[in-house]
């Protein structure tokens, strides 16, 4: 029977991935608001020797997360908390991003503190695209996206004003980077650590979207500005996640790691080129 618990929230590309990478020898708790996903998921890790189960989350509802947390605790220590759900800016409007993206990521942080065992580590997914838009936000305000109670995150003013799903994503994706940096300290009072990564241009079903939207053309020239040239896969990610999760990242608490290929260093490269 396996004593220790991973939570994975959002089984799209990505939860998938880090299920089959980081899964074997825990109990895995796969959570999705998807519930046909998770029975599909389910039947097919149990055929593959995982020990899973399943609950149905809505992340835009503290009393799902919570019940989330409760679920976990009650099967065992929490050792990992991986949470990659989200919605992109081609399949929603500016209200459920703000809802999921945002308000979501800060409630998991803030239930899944609650329950982290000692020595246990979560991870976030946020986004490269906080390094672009997102990066450019007031000392202010990012200081309120960063530590204001998640119950008041979209009383913030300037959320309110910013009506582009576009710009959304991209400051609730660097609001999802300072939330892990100011709920690294609360973690650590438990003996816990929690970190976010960045991915780039990923090949799951998101990011095949995203290619197919208005800013796919952009997004093509980042891959072929990068220094590796290519799409990002789900393993790319469910890598760097295994990493942040191990004891091999002990140290590591609070950071943000950026798996893009290389497409935002080609990004800031071109821009200062253009300066100089």
Do not use: C
């Not at 399949?91 to 020595?119: M, S």
């Not at 007031?138 to 960063?146: F, I, T």
């Not at 295994?242 to 950026?258: E, M, P």
């Amino acid at each position: 029977m396996s004593s220790e618990v991973l939570v994975i929230i959002g089984m799209g590309g990505m939860g998938q991935a880090v299920l089959r990478r980081s899964g074997a020898g825990r109990k895995v708790l796969v959570a999705d608001f998807n519930e046909a996903l998770l029975e599909s998921t389910v039947a097919a890790a149990l055929g593959e020797g995982f020990d899973v189960v399943s609950q149905q989350v809505d992340v835009s509802s503290r009393q799902s997360v919570a019940a989330l947390a409760a679920t976990a605790r009650e099967l065992g220590a929490v050792t990992g908390v991986v949470h990659t759900a989200g919605l992109s800016p081609v399949q929603a409007p500016v209200e459920a991003i703000w809802k999921v993206d945002l308000f979501g990521v800060a409630v998991v942080l803030e239930e899944f503190e609650k329950v982290i065992a000692p020595g246990g580590a979560g991870v976030v997914i946020s986004s490269m695209s906080a390094y672009m838009a997102g990066g450019q936000m007031p000392a202010d305000v990012l200081a309120s996206l960063a530590t204001v109670p998640a119950d008041d995150l979209l009383l913030i003013p300037f959320v309110a004003g910013i009506d582009h799903p576009g710009h959304a994503y991209s400051v609730a994706k660097r609001a999802n980077q300072v939330r892990v940096q100011t709920a690294s300290l609360r973690w650590g009072a438990r003996g816990a650590r929690v970190n976010s990564i960045s991915p780039g241009v990923i090949s799951t079903p998101m990011g095949q979207q995203e290619l197919a939207g208005e800013s796919g053309s952009q997004m093509r020239a980042m891959i072929e500005a990068s220094g590796t040239k290519r799409l990002g896969t789900a393993f790319d990610i469910a890598n760097a996640t295994a990493f942040l999760l191990s004891q091999d990242a002990s140290f590591v608490t609070g950071a943000d790691l950026l798996v893009d290929g290389g497409a935002v260093a080609a990004v800031d490269t071109g821009q200062r080129s253009r300066t100089a």
